[in-house]
């Protein structure tokens, strides 16, 4: 509709143009005409009068001159008065109600005498116009007076508003019959069709109920259109309903590749009609109000990734924090919106959380006392008890958001993410036993003595083994896992299960090694390369790039320090090498990563003054958020790719890069404390804190040859691709509902 307002708004301007032209046109020739009969009548007028009144001027007959003026004064409709003046320009006589104004003014009868001739011309009084036009009066061929006739011009100017009034309404009339006619046009002859032939192509696109199908007919100017849809259409719903049993039968085929389609048969067919309710601090979809309006925006998250085509498949629920500015308005009364936006499948509940509740969950116990705890990354845990009471509340909160939406749902399958929940698996399953609850801990789990400074580790490992199921990224951190859980609460633990029972209940302890989608219908025609120097000003033979959250867990410091001592070991590298560094700010409300920020900016400036030259900077820190569309480009323009986290469950980085180079070029730096250096094999493995190490593979990656490029990239592209972000979801799932 609003293509159709600025189409009908154009034209509507395109045709006042064109009517003003027309319009002025006409007044330009109105105006010319009136003004002409005026003159010639006023002239006439002046000739006639001449005669009457020269005898009584020449004779001094200064009463019969008055009568005589004021009987022809009266004879004109348009006729103010007349007036005679003598030789020396004075007023002589003047008729009966002639303004002062008028009268006094002598440039016209002084001019006409000078002349010999008659002259006229309009003047304006009291902001009436008046046309005053004198003629001479002679004796013996000499110029012994002047006859000065005044008429009203006034008329001409109401005369030219008319016209435009007129046309103006007429134009107002026209443009409002034409836009009523164009919207009917638009809408039964345009809009209509198109709508449909869009609801074809949506219901080919997204998949129809058996029996229905998604074809559409139009005897209008769209048939040709219509007609290539309904074949597309069809073909689409053939091909659809080929792959969804070419999925079916590759379920138990243990070397086909998973794909989202595939989880979406796998969950199907294992799960029949059951309900999937996923619980995660950060929400699938954001709401955000810019000036165009509410928009849906996808949050970064290999997360998402993985459960969305879970819960797409069985129209479950997905209950996170409502974080957007515009969340609240997109909710309904029950705080529901059914998403992704363009084509609902499954409902996310939001819950709120106020600034105390966000500030000691989130940012306080959250982020300040279980990340660093698990990380290991030399920052030390602050524990307030006024954070832990804000955690045990908000986990409360969403244990009976959650308890509300599963009351009358049967055997529920509840997948609770990560270290926000710790609480959330214990509250479920006391209420609700006979669900399947899921824990996965998407950050490391460290060692039983670093664990064991926290106040409240066993409230939190009885919450946590409340789950059925516990999911970490490697065997290691279900080691820790279980070390600490023997050492800090009484349990029966079955090592060759990986197994802990507690008060009857038991929960399982397994790695999945989370992943990423492997996409190969990505173009590799967008390369990045041609728009660097445009954007990030960066004109070097080689590219190092670098893509992390501002987090201290993620290594940008030791990382930057590596740059720096590769670049006083290998100075040929100098101008001919720069690192661009991805690095949105992330959670500004805690201390720690606001000092981060600030150290890392201050780093990278030191560093680019040490070493820029004419130009060139080693270091280009870039602190904004990208997407995947805007990433994978910057990946395949890079010829080395940094990962040097101190601490990392798993971090997706390293495999996105992976991923995206479908010409199996570049090379991949990875730190040996990250979770996918157990799955990356290839890259070139360092420790990130020694400088040295971190400097020795980067120049080893920008000298490596071709050929072994490809080695090692051709062997991480296949360990993603033989283990995705599908099947890491699917093999959760077996595990939880023991179908594995």
Known sequence: MKQFLILIGTVAVVVGLVVSGFTLRQVHQQQASMTDDLQRRTALL?????????????????STLQNTLNKFAGRERFLLGLAVYDSNGELYAASAGLPQDLVSDLKIPGKAMDSDLGFGDFISVNKNKVYVYATPLRQDKNAVGAVVVYQRADYINSAIRDIWQANLMRML???????????????????????????????????????????????????????????????????RTAASEEARLRLEKLDSPWTAERLKEFFKAYFKDRKIFVVSNREPYIHQENKNGIHAVVPPSGMVTALEPIIESCGGLWLAHGSGNADRQAVDSDDKVRVPPDDPKYTLKRIWL???????????????ALWPL?????TRPIFRKEDWAEYRKVNGKFARALLAEIKNVQRPIVLIQDYHFALLPAMIKKSRPDA??????????????????????????????????????????????????????ESLADLERFAITRNGHSAYIKPFPISVAF??????????????????????????IGVDRLDYTKGILERLRGIEFF?????????????????????????????????????????????????????????????????YPLYR???????????????????????????????LVLSQFTGASRDLKDALIVNPYSAEETAEALHKALTMPEFEQHRRMKKMREAVKNYNIYRWAAEFLKALTSLG
Request: overall charge negative.
């Open 519 to 544: 996409d190969n219908s990505r173009s590799d025609n967008d390369s990045a390369k041609p728009a660097l120097p445009e954007r990030f000003g960066i004109k070097t033979k080689y590219l190092g």
């Open 46 to 62: 002046a000739d006639s009068f001449k005669e009457a009144v020269r005898q009584p001027y020449l004779a001094n007959a200064t």
């Open 436 to 489: 399947d609850v899921g824990l996965f801990w998407h950050i490391p789990w460290p060692n039983a003595e670093s664990f064991s400074i926290c106040p409240w580790r066993k409230e939190i490992l009885d919450g946590m083994l409340g789950a059925d199921l516990v999911g970490f990224h490697t065997q290691q951190y279900c080691n820790n896992f279980l070390e600490t859980v023997g050492k800090e609460i």
């Open 374 to 378: 698990c990380h290991l990354a030399h």
């Open 567 to 631: 670049f006083d070991m290998h100075p040929a590298y100098r101008r001919e090498f720069t690192f661009l560094q991805i690095a949105p700010p992330s959670r500004e409300a805690v201390a720690k990563y606001r000092q981060f920020n600030a150290e890392v900016t201050a780093e990278a400036e030191r560093i680019n003054r040490k070493f820029e030259t004419d130009g060139w900077k080693p270091v280009v820190l870039v602190k904004e958020q990208f997407s995947h569309e805007e990433i």
């Open 354 to 368: 106020s600034e105390k509740e966000i500030k000691g969950h989130y940012a306080g116990f959250s982020n300040e």
């Open 173 to 239: 009339v026209q443009g409002l019959l034409f836009s009523l006619a164009a919207v009917l046009i638009l809408r039964w002859i345009i809009y209509q069709p198109v709508m449909r032939m869009a609801e074809a192509i949506r219901q080919a696109r997204t998949g129809l109920p058996a029996g229905e199908s998604a074809v559409y007919t139009s005897h209008g100017f769209f048939k040709p259109i219509a007609a290539e849809i309904s074949k597309m259409s069809q073909s689409l719903i053939l091909a």
């Open 637 to 667: 323009a890079a010829d080395v790719c940094l990962v040097t986290s101190l601490s990392d469950g798993m971090n997706l980085v390293a495999k996105e890069f992976a991923v995206a180079r479908r010409d199996e070029a570049g090379v």
